[in-house]
Nanobody, 121 residues
Framework: QAQLVESGGGLVQAGDSLRLSCVAS????????MAWFRQAPGKEREFVAF???????YYAEFVRGRFTISRDNAKNTVYLQMNSLKPEDTAVYYC???????????????WGQGTQVTVSS
């Protein structure tokens, strides 16, 4: 059974960095588009970034220039490097995989359980 497992979240101060990892198992995800979404308390889940099977990337405006998504197909892993973190980045971050890239969460068929990122001011 295909599974995505995120890790790397934690409590940091504003301006710090974190790197999230998402390890896929149960099948090969190299042909899949991978994405990160996040959900803050009381808010809807929102798109953060995606990387398609060819390595092209796209970011939400509020993280562009601060976050970098990458993938290592040999390790079946996708990463989210987060720099210059802000308190408003506090959320549960979810990894997702699907056949087509996009910012709409309905495009993704596999989801991880999420990892908490908390940024203090």
């Amino acid at each position: 059974q295909a599974q995505l497992v995120e890790s790397g979240g934690g409590l940091v101060q504003a301006g710090d960095s974190l790197r999230l990892s998402c390890v896929a198992s149960g099948r090969t995800f190299s042909s899949k588009s991978m994405a990160w979404f996040r959900q803050a308390p009381g808010k809807e889940r929102e798109f953060v970034a995606f990387i398609n099977y060819g390595g092209s990337t796209y970011y939400a405006e509020f993280v562009r220039g601060r976050f970098t998504i990458s993938r290592d197909n040999a390790k079946n892993t996708v990463y989210l490097q987060m720099n210059s973190l802000k308190p408003e980045d506090t959320a549960v971050y979810y990894c997702a995989a699907g056949p087509l890239a996009g910012h709409y969460d309905g495009r993704y068929e596999y989801w991880g359980q999420g990892t908490q990122v908390t940024v203090s001011s």
